[in-house]
């Protein structure tokens, strides 16, 4: 086996699509690279590979470190009482340093590595389609145009992990309302910033996980103006850190965190079902509807609890039940009261 090859498949069977981390520890991951610098040696790497691919590996390999932290700007907000959870939060540099934002990579700690040169200041959201009224936002509007609040939600992520995250933002009902959704309508597609130049994931398919970019998502009608529905330009009271989904980031709790897409320069009403990007690479493990469901297991693990990741990090984390619609049933149960959770996952 060549080195070339060893390093393909090795890859490939982390990053084609989500493992579960307690399956995948970062001792493993650690010794997998190591021994992939040593099946190649750093000789071949510069001979062998092609320029673009050479520039992903390093990234992989967190060798592009040297980068200013991103700047974020204090919120004013209101903090509803009906969004306000007794569960511990989450601690902030939990949230902010293990991410799934393949953009940036595939492992936990690539996004926060490798996107805080990440320019977000000229932005623009774009909400077209089957509405009245087309609405562009800059970045300036993101947080201006609507009051802001709190929103503190729990955060199912479809590999077994979880946290509790305050949000800052508005409700997707809100803009949506405001752009006017036509009768014909039945859904809403969401686009992240294809910019290739600024994530590496987007250039290189090693770093990008195999993942058709740019990355999309989509609701029902229904769904998007459920009052749980949200729109986050912050978290823990700043604007949100790329990491994150800077300048803007859908955040749907009761579904699973692939659903929740980071960066978004379009949101688009359509009259029939939009792919979505995880369901494309794997039909059969991620479905459109993709509802926390304790009940309907990955085919490849149990769905029946999960990893909260807390002040010790994931692999102290506290293994706790998963609950039907990640505990936000009294809100959502009745979008789904005539439909197979089995067949419609
Ligand atoms: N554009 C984009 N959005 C994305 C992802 C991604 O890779 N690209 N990952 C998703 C997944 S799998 C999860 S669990 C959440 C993680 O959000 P967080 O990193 O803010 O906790 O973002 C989601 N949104
Ligand atoms: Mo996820």
């Not at 309302?177 to 600024?198: R, Y």
């Not at 990893?307 to 609950?323: M, Y």
Request: with cysteine; aromatic share 12%; charged share 20%.
């Amino acid at each position: 086996m060549t080195g070339k090859k060893r390093f393909t498949q090795g890859i490939q069977k982390r990053a084609s699509w989500h493992i579960p981390d307690n399956q995948v520890t970062p001792e493993s991951v650690f010794n997998d690279r190591r021994n992939i610098i040593k099946a190649l040696g750093l000789g071949a790497l510069g001979a062998s590979l092609p320029g673009q691919v050479q520039a992903g590996i390093f990234d992989l390999f967190g060798e592009q470190k040297a980068q200013n932290p991103f700047v974020t700007q204090g919120l004013q907000y209101a903090t509803p009482a009906k969004f306000v959870l007794p569960n511990p939060k989450t601690p902030e540099d939990k949230v902010t340093r293990h991410n799934n934002f393949y953009e940036f990579g595939t492992s936990k700690s690539d996004p926060v590595d490798n996107a805080q040169g990440f320019k977000v200041d000229p932005w623009t959201l774009t909400i077209d389609g089957l509405v009245d009224k087309p609405i562009t936002l800059d970045l300036h509007e993101l947080t201006t145009r609507f009051a802001l609040e709190e929103r503190t939600y729990r955060l199912r992520c479809v590999e077994a992990w979880s946290m509790v995250v305050p949000w800052v933002g508005f409700s997707l009902a809100s803009l949506l309302k405001q752009a006017g959704v036509q009768s014909n309508a039945t859904h809403i597609a969401f686009e992240t910033l294809f910019d290739p130049d600024q994530m590496p994931g987007q250039k290189s398919r090693l770093m990008g996980g195999g993942i058709h970019y740019p990355y999309v998502e989509g609701l029902t009608v229904a769904e998007a103006m459920n009052d749980l529905s949200f729109l986050a330009v912050g978290l823990y009271g700043k604007t949100l850190p790329p990491q994150n989904g800077a300048p803007i980031r859908l955040v749907v709790p009761w579904k699973y965190g692939f659903k929740s897409i980071k960066s978004i320069v379009r949101i688009r009403v359509m009259d029939k079902q939009p792919p979505t990007s995880w369901n494309q690479l794997a039909s059969s493990e991620y479905g459109f509807y993709a509802n926390v469901n304790p009940e309907v297991d990955h085919p490849r693990w149990s769905q029946a609890s999960e990893r909260s990741i807390g002040e010790g990090g994931l692999f102290s984390a506290k293994r706790i039940p998963t609950q039907m619609f990640n505990g936000y049933g009294d809100s959502v149960a009745d979008l789904y009261k005539n439909i197979d959770l089995r067949k419609f996952y």
